[in-house]
């Protein structure tokens, strides 16, 4: 397991990305590289100017809306407490946001198995694409060389580091999942002290959303699951295998692995598992 703390990690980082708008970075786990079953769990800082138009992913997204609000569509934003699940080949957007806002996102390798690119991938197949052309409002458009003359910026990216052409897996859901965390009842989960929510289970590939609660003093044994589990403090400080965590803390558990935490203040923790791939 590893724990990673927010104030630990490199500064917020500014990046000129294939959609347009004032973002901030701030990285917390990441996955292996070139493999099926990559990932990428970050917060995101946002200036209230990000913009993309209605586009699709190869991959499964979660974000968690920790302050302000973000545009998700049309009359249709993701607020501060609520969790959106946005799973591989789903339409959504255009998005426009209209506040500084802040969250935890969380991208992965899904079940059509293309891969989930990694940062450094992305950065450097920008910088090439750039040679070429320019990314406006989420569209890459391409001034010289082959390739199409307009295309979404996101695919012009794949393209370029996977050296093939972009295939959208058919979509499972018609919508994004909106899971709007306080509503749902904690449960006792059989330690004094200590409760949980089950959030949802999505695709055949059954990545689990779930949380616990914990009261100041009370430690807490979660059994491991197969696959990675990762684990995001949403509130509270404590340990977890002798390493101190906080807010906005990130905790990776391998398969199978349990891990133990133990409360100095209340505490609430969101744990997405991600079985392996079929």
């Excluded at 917020?12 to 769990?41: I, K, P, Q």
């Excluded at 934003?77 to 935890?104: R, V, W």
């Excluded at 320019?134 to 295309?151: D, H, L, S």
């Excluded at 949403?234 to 965590?245: D, L, M, N």
Aim: proline share 5%; hydrophobic share 35%; aromatic share 10%.
């Amino acid at each position: 397991m590893q724990v990673v703390r927010c104030e630990d990690v490199e500064p917020w980082v500014s990046a000129g990305l294939h959609r347009t708008g004032g973002l901030e970075f701030r990285d917390l786990l990441c996955g292996a590289e070139g493999a099926e079953d990559n990932f990428w769990m970050t917060l995101v800082q946002a200036d209230g100017n990000f913009f993309s138009p209605r586009h699709r992913h190869n991959f499964d997204q979660l974000r968690f809306c920790l302050e302000g609000k973000m545009s998700v569509g049309p009359d249709l934003d993701l607020k501060a407490g609520q969790i959106g699940f946005f799973p591989e080949g789903m339409h959504y957007g255009p998005q426009q946001d209209t506040m500084p806002n802040k969250s935890m996102v969380l991208q992965f390798g899904g079940m059509s198995r293309c891969g989930f690119v990694s940062r450094r991938q992305l950065f450097a197949a920008q910088e090439e694409l750039r040679r070429e052309g320019t990314f406006e409002q989420g569209v890459y458009k391409r001034t010289t060389g082959e390739g199409r003359k307009n295309q979404d910026g996101f695919e012009a990216v794949y393209e370029k580091v996977f050296g093939h052409s972009f295939t959208y897996p058919k979509p499972r859901y018609a919508d994004a999942v909106i899971m709007a965390i306080d509503n749902f009842e904690w449960v006792p989960n059989g330690t004094r002290g200590a409760a949980h929510k089950l959030l949802g289970v999505f695709t055949e590939r059954e990545i689990r959303l779930d949380m616990s609660r914990l009261d100041a003093g009370v430690s807490l044994e979660m059994p491991g699951r197969p696959g990675q589990s990762l684990f995001f403090v949403v509130k509270g400080s404590g340990t977890s295998g002798g390493h101190a965590y906080r807010q906005y803390s990130a905790i990776e558990a391998v398969s199978d692995e349990a891990i133990g935490l133990t409360a100095d203040e209340p505490t609430e923790v969101l744990r997405v598992t991600l079985p392996p791939l079929h």
